[in-house]
T-cell receptor, first 113, second 115 residues
């Protein structure tokens, strides 16, 4: 079946511009996660959605970062006024339920010039 | 707080040799532990998971890991390395609190296989 789908796969943007990254989780998966992967920082948790519960935003690095999940399915991660340090691979994952393994998408590679 | 430590950011083995990637965890409760593999320009793929059943866990591609509570370890092994095993490997622990769940990852170990 279809896995987690992320778009775009690559994004180059100028410093100061806003970007939106999209994630389509596996159908039926209730939990959705965003992680950031960068050299020297490893995999950083950003945000967690579970059903209709309030998301856990504790990993968002600044108020320039926000995410939403519409209809319990598709999620969008928005970065406003991008900075060079935002350059990284942004990974989305979904799981059937809590305690289930996470299934990852191939990520969006963001480059801020 | 729960965490994992992977010893060795880079490991090289010869084709056909034993693969051993080390992971130690820190957890105040019985942990849920995972190993993931990442091939270049791809996302992470689950290799295996430990969820307090058998201490020896078998995964895909011939990998296995043994949970040792006394050593707080969950090392990943494969008896004979193949060229296709070259990738980055991540150990992770499931952390939970206040209704939230997340995987906390180690820094990763890049495995090189020498022909």
């Amino acid at each position: 079946g279809a896995g987690v789908s992320q778009s775009p796969s690559n994004k180059v943007t100028e410093k100061g511009k806003d970007v939106e990254l999209r994630c389509d989780p596996i159908s039926g998966h209730t939990a959705l996660y965003w992680y950031r992967q960068s050299l020297g920082q490893g995999l950083e948790f950003l945000i967690y959605f579970q059903g209709n519960s309030a998301p856990d935003k504790s990993g968002l690095p600044s108020d320039r970062f926000s995410a939403e999940r519409t209809g319990g399915s598709v999620s969008t991660l928005t970065i406003q006024r991008t900075q060079q340090e935002d350059s990284a691979v942004y990974l989305c994952a979904s799981s059937l339920e809590d305690y289930s393994p996470l299934h990852f998408g191939n990520g969006t590679r963001l480059t801020v010039t | 707080a729960q965490s994992v430590t992977q010893l060795g950011s880079h490991v090289s083995v010869s084709e056909g040799a034993l693969v051993l990637l080390r992971c130690n965890y820190s957890s105040s409760v019985p942990p849920y532990l995972f190993w993931y593999v990442q091939y270049p320009n791809q996302g992470l793929q689950l290799l295996l998971k430990y969820t307090s059943a058998a201490t020896l866990v078998k995964g895909i591609n011939g990998f296995e890991a043994e949970f040792k509570k006394s050593e707080t370890s969950f090392h990943l092994t494969k008896p004979s390395a193949h060229m296709s095993d070259a990738a980055e490997y991540f150990c992770a622990v499931l952390t939970s609190g206040a209704g939230s769940y997340q995987l906390t990852f180690g820094k990763g170990t890049k495995l090189s296989v020498i022909p």
